[in-house]
């Protein structure tokens, strides 16, 4: 099971175990005792400490471990030894401070009853995550380089988890078929990335190492260039400097050619509850009395719609209508010119929009729908994108993450018009190191270091 299938499973059973062992123990009270009462100390101290003997008792089995999640056997050995330590724990506290004997019937009836439960929720943890990863649109379209024994094994992992991945075959140096991995080799190794964007593959899986194969080199440089992510299958763990983020699926490691925290499921969903909470912050508290305000501004200053919509590239360079407030007048440049110093087509308010960033606020919708983050590499209109790929090398790597309102670019420096292929090159760079080193305590950082720039006034911003 890779990084993201346990992620999603420990989830899975946080949820459902923390569900199920409040309600066994409310549903067992009820019926030993014939009623509720909120003074009853009973129940208001021990609910307390049935919840924390479970997590203590998860913690000592290692229930919630990454290799207890690995393999559903090993949770339901490890959900059997939670539930006898629990009632070890839970049993002795009942004996030491009360003495009732009526309150044994609760044990006798909780305990039957929570052990029926989780085993149901185990029967059904494999749909449950199955559900989550379907409703967070996980499947990845998976192609394998290497038409070789261990490329076999994965690409049977692949087959056998359809759920997380859709194996399209093999791409190798010799066009053959083979037919009882349901899957052929479908081109040679030289022309491998066509074929993965022509077919929307997400990601590339190659067994063959770079000093084994020069060609493994282009092929790094050329997915990357297209939004298509290359991890290398290796029976060695033992791996030089140039590699990172060791995971497993099953017992094969896989290691990324860089870093890249944001693949990470469990660092995704940090960062979306980050974007959601900081959004909806800046909607409730700002944008609901500042809309209607420049919202007049701009219609006094300047014929046309309060609010201006473009279509940039976003996360793997699918297009996405970007909001801001405009601040130019309308013309028929706005998709392809660059705005620039002096330009005359920014409007008297839209200077000063455009000056103390306000332009930007609609964006916060954008992170709210989701196709925008709070930090990230600042959006391109399409056509820039096209001609910067060309010109700049690695540019489409910033292609892997959610664009951001603001980004560590955009605080080092590099905002605003880019006049010369350097200054891209540049920002680029920058967009890297912050793809490779996210943490959320940088997109804090940055948000406090634009903050300040906003107020200290940057040069850049017209």
Known sequence: MNNNNTYLLKLSLLFSDFVIINVTYFVAYLLTTWGFNLTDQFFLSNIIFFNFSWLSSGLITHLYHNNTMRFIETVLRGTIKTCLLHFLFFTTFIFFFYTNPLRYNLLIVCYVLMFFLLSISRVYLTYITEFIAKRSNLNKRIAIVGHNEIGIKLANYFIDHTTMYSFQGFLDVNKSSNESLHASVVRKLDDCVDYA???????????????????????????????????????????????????????????????EPLHDLKNRLKKRIFDILFSLMAIVFILWWLIPLIGILIKINSKGPVFFRQLRSGRDNMPFWCFKFRSMSVNSNSNTLQATKNDSRITSIGRILRKTSLDEFPQFFNVLIGNMSIVGPRPHMLKHTEEYSELVDKFMLRQFMKPGITGWAQVSGYRGETSETSMMEKRVEFDIWYMENWSLMLDVKIIFMTIINIFKGEPAAY
């Open 197 to 259: 964007v022509e077919n929307n593959i997400n990601e590339i899986y190659s067994t063959i190492l770079p000093e084994q194969n020069d060609e493994i080199h282009e092929l790094i440089e050329n997915a990357e260039k297209n939004c298509v992510r290359v991890k290398f299958v290796t029976p060695h763990t033992t791996l030089s400097s140039n590699f990172y983020q060791l995971e497993y699926f099953d017992n094969i490691p896989i290691v990324s050619h860089r870093p």
